[in-house]
């Protein structure tokens, strides 16, 4: 290893444990998941001068392990599960085990060498699991009101209803709190505004971009849209042409944005609601022009974000 190369650690994130990987040094290590395990877990990357940690998005599990990490000033970049597998895959590599995992997490941060991306920012991961509890609240209605449309007997009925009920207070307990924590931080109440003066748009949107689009006003167009999962890839081969689909991006992100631009596009915003006429008007299938809508959505919110300036239909004009 050259004396100035970074020295990258992949850890595998499980409940009870975690195997980190030095692939540079050829050195294996296991820590327990506790307060002690996590001590030893920092003199470990200080030892060997550890200059990033890569780990797995572990459902949570990995969040204590990337507040050590910092705490020991080491860098930390959190990738996609799907990522690592796809590039173990193509390695074939076929055996599976924590400390093979911790291997291949190292391996795949060493062949794609790229930024963490934003800096950390605590408040910001605060308001991000603000919003997804919730997100996770809000699909547990969804769930609860789906099955009422079926008959159920009285007792299930009563119960559901009273489950709804507190889960409606509970959610509007949260709105509050989360626009108590923007309004609180001056750079997320600038946003806060900028976003909702978009028509369509109120707070709980709001919320969901600023704690989970950081990468708007700093990105191009078609990064923004492909991060939010609009954006058209090419699918074809020699002469074949084939239909063009949206892939991958942040699937929460878009869930959260559906019904707020489906509201935009046929009600409260004229120039998304001239664009999808448009586009249906040229025969485009009603969920191609949605998406089309929230892919000019998210580029103009993209641009606005970046020279702060609010909605102005004059000038935010899409064809």
């Not at 030095?22 to 395990?37: N, P, Q, V, Y």
């Not at 924590?98 to 997490?105: K, L, M, R």
């Not at 008007?281 to 969920?287: N, P, S, T, Y």
């Amino acid at each position: 290893m050259a004396q100035n190369e970074l020295v990258v650690a992949g850890i595998d994130v499980a409940k009870d444990k975690v195997d980190a990987c030095i692939r540079s040094l050829s050195l294996r290590c296991m820590f327990a998941s506790t307060e002690d395990g996590r001590r030893e877990f920092k003199s470990w990357l200080r030892r060997h001068k550890v200059g990033k940690v890569v780990m797995e998005a572990s459902g949570g599990y990995e969040r204590a392990w990337a507040k050590a990490s910092r705490a020991a000033k080491v860098e930390v970049r959190i990738v996609d599960p799907k990522r690592v597998r796809d590039f173990a895959r193509s390695a074939a590599r076929r055996a599976k085990n924590d400390p093979i995992d911790a291997d291949t997490i190292a391996w795949f941060a060493e062949v794609f060498n790229e930024a963490s991306g934003q800096p950390y920012d605590a408040t910001r991961e605060k308001l991000h699991q603000m919003v997804n509890g919730r997100q996770t609240l809000q699909d547990m209605q969804i769930q609860l009101q789906n099955q009422g449309e079926h008959k159920l007997p009285k007792a299930v009925r009563r119960q559901h209803s009273r489950i709804l009920t507190t889960m409606r207070l509970a959610m509007d307990k949260l709105d509050v709190e989360i626009s108590d924590l923007i309004e609180a931080t001056p750079h997320f109440a600038e946003l806060a505004k900028i976003i909702e003066s978009v028509p369509g748009l109120a707070r709980t949107s709001a919320a969901v971009i600023i704690a989970t689009m950081p990468e708007l006003g700093h990105v191009d167009g078609k990064i923004a849209a492909a991060l939010l999962g609009v954006a058209p890839y090419d699918d074809d081969s020699g002469r074949r042409r084939g239909e063009r689909h949206i892939k991958s991006g942040r699937r929460r992100t878009r869930n959260a944005l559906y019904m707020p631009c489906v509201g935009a596009v046929t009600q409260h915003n004229p120039v998304l609601k001239a664009y999808y006429e448009r586009l249906l008007a040229k025969g485009k299938l009603k969920m191609v022009a949605l998406t089309a809508c929230m892919r000019k959505l998210i580029c103009i919110l993209n641009v606005m974000i970046a020279r702060r300036q609010e909605w102005d239909p004059n000038r935010y004009v899409v064809s």
